[in-house]
Structures are given as structure tokens and as C-alpha cells.
């Protein structure tokens, strides 16, 4: 799901680039892109749940979350 999702995700990038119109551009963010980032993270943090800590690459949320303190 996380990689469909990515694949839609850069096709709908592609799609805002061609808007020349800035608000349309941004209109079209709204109604695309900042749906299919948040579809994607739902995607990667089932994603991190089912994978061991140590074979994850990237910080875990709850490391980025309250790693400052």
C-alpha cells in the first residue's frame, strides 16, 4: 500500500508542476497531494508497527517525537 500510494503520490507531484495558475496549484495540493502524504503516512506508520526497530532505516516517530528531550 505505502509503495501504490508513493506512485500516486509523485504522479499527482508531476501533475501540480504543470499548473502555471498559483491558485489552482495550491487548490490542487490541497484536494491531491496532501491527501495521498497523509494516505502514505497512515501506509508508514502501520508500516513501523510491523517492523522490527532495528531493521527500520529511518527514526521511528516515537524517537522523532521525544528524542529532543
Known amino acids: ?6 506512485l500516486k503520490l509523485e504522479e499527482n ?5 504543470e499548473i502555471e ?8 495540493y490541497k484536494d491531491n497531494i ?11 506508520d502501520k508500516l513501523e ?3 522490527d526497530e532495528k531493521l527500520w532505516p529511518f527514526p ?3 524517537k522523532l517525537l521525544f528524542g529532543i528531550l
Open 21 to 28: 495558475d498559483f491558485e489552482k496549484q495550491a487548490l490542487f
Open 13 to 17: 507531484l508531476k501533475q501540480a508542476q
Open 49 to 51: 508497527t510491523l517492523t
Open 60 to 62: 521511528t516517530y516515537g
Open 34 to 44: 496532501i491527501i495521498k502524504m497523509n494516505e502514505l503516512r497512515v501506509a508508514c
Open 1 to 6: 500500500q505505502a509503495y501504490e500510494t508513493t
